[in-house]
């Protein structure tokens, strides 16, 4: 493979795409040289074929807000791969919302579904549509709208949308039961569902309990523990919270959670209320943290990120690129030992290599995140065998995704100074299982 070549022409096909070509360089930069040992590879034009999503959907949304204006929104679904499953990955509701957002999304996805042990492919959707102040009907009139055209490329076995930035619970709620009502069917063809109406145990918090249990293996295989560790935490979404909560609950401190408006730092951890209180943050669709700090007094510094802080663990659980060099430099400056994508691609190429230079341990969103869409996967076998497993069993399945994640990373990225290159492995590892498969499938 000749990755320069393969990326000018990426670039030249999708231009304007500046996400999905950095998404798209970073896989190819670290699988080059297992490409280069296994000529099957390019014989069979795997990569070629691989950096070319199945098909793209997009289509206008049109709704009505509370002043009775109309509202139009651009809506997507990227069927990106499914050579190895069901096309399965989140919708995301942001007014950056582009193709180039989606597309960077479900490759990246593609991937991260083929880590996670389960037999799914990689998609990804949604919206330019801003919940940012809107009131919950008019979510619900938006999510309804948005289904309306969605439903018709969707299913069980073709591709299982699930959240992203933008829409969790209630979102879900409100697409699912406009879903229902058009296809007059219940099954799982969302994740992220409710308890009480066919969603898994533990989905909420699998994102974040996922990447706190991979930080916990990163820090084992380098003979530390997370106890009494200090963390900052970008974001204060459902990411976070999970994160905050299992972080919390294995004895290290919370120090800091922030939002687009600036962090909070908690000096001493955060409480059990304090990481409830998250949720109600997001609900209220204003995407501020400073509420936080009004009430329970902590300190909150405005319009700066949450990498200003001296901490032991860095992990960035809000959005792409939100950790750049300087960050990483700041970081590694105030000793940082570890850092720790949730967010998807979560560090700007440049903050990686940063961090790869000073030999921090680092970890992409797409190894340390999978718990998330691994739950989907789990919740997707209960529906299908219309069954419910306990929370125990949910919580041991992905314990076991995170560990399989974690060893694949060392067996395929370890170096030979002893540094494990997490980045390279998680590729290499998702890489193989979905060439291998595209492989035997055939040309088609
Ligand atoms: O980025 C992700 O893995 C998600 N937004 C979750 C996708 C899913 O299908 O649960």
Known sequence: MDVKKVLADVEAKNPGQPLFLQAVTEVLETIEEYVAKNPKYDDNKIIERMVEPDRIFQ??????????????????????????????????????????????LGFEQTFKNSLTTLPMGGGKGGSDFDPKGKSDREIMRFCQAFMTELFKYIGPDTDVPAGDIGVGGREIGFLYGMYKKLVRENTGVLTGKGAGWGGSILRPEATGFGGVYFVN????????????????????????????????ELGAKVKVISGPDGYVVNENGMTAEQIEYMLE???????????????????????????????????????????NADDAKQLIANGVKLVCEVSNMGCTAEAVHE???????????????????????????????????????????LHAMMDS????????????????NYVKGA??????????????LGVC
Not at 66 to 85: C, M, S, T
Not at 223 to 238: A, H, P, Q, V
Not at 306 to 318: K, L, R
Not at 357 to 370: D, E, S, T, W, Y
């Open 59 to 104: 289509f206008r949304v049109e709704w009505v807000d509370d002043k009775g204006n109309i509202q139009i929104n651009r809506g997507y679904r990227v069927q990106f791969n499914n050579a190895i499953g069901p096309y399965k990955g989140g919708l995301r509701f942001h007014p950056t919302v582009t193709l180039d957002t989606l597309k960077f």
């Open 217 to 248: 293996n990163m820090l084992k295989a380098h003979n530390m523990s997370i106890e009494g560790k200090t963390i900052s935490l970008s974001g204060f979404g459902n990411v976070a919270w999970g994160a905050a909560l299992k972080a919390t």
């Open 281 to 323: 943050l997001r609900a209220t669709n204003n995407n501020v943290v400073k509420p936080y700090a009004d009430k329970f007094g902590t300190k909150f510094v405005a319009g700066k990120k949450a990498w200003d802080v001296a901490v032991d663990i860095a992990m960035p659980c809000a959005f792409q690129n939100e950790l």
């Open 355 to 397: 961090l790869q230079k000073a030999k921090v341990i680092f970890a992409p969103g797409k190894a340390a995140n999978a718990g998330g869409v691994g739950v989907s996967g789990l919740e997707m076998s209960q529906n299908a065998g219309h069954i419910s497993w306990t929370g125990a069993e949910v919580d041991q399945r």
């Open 405 to 420: 994640i974690h060893e694949n990373c060392i067996k395929y990225g370890k170096e030979k100074d002893g540094y494990v």
């Open 427 to 440: 590729n290499v590892a998702g890489f193989i299982k979905v060439a291998d498969s595209m492989i035997e």
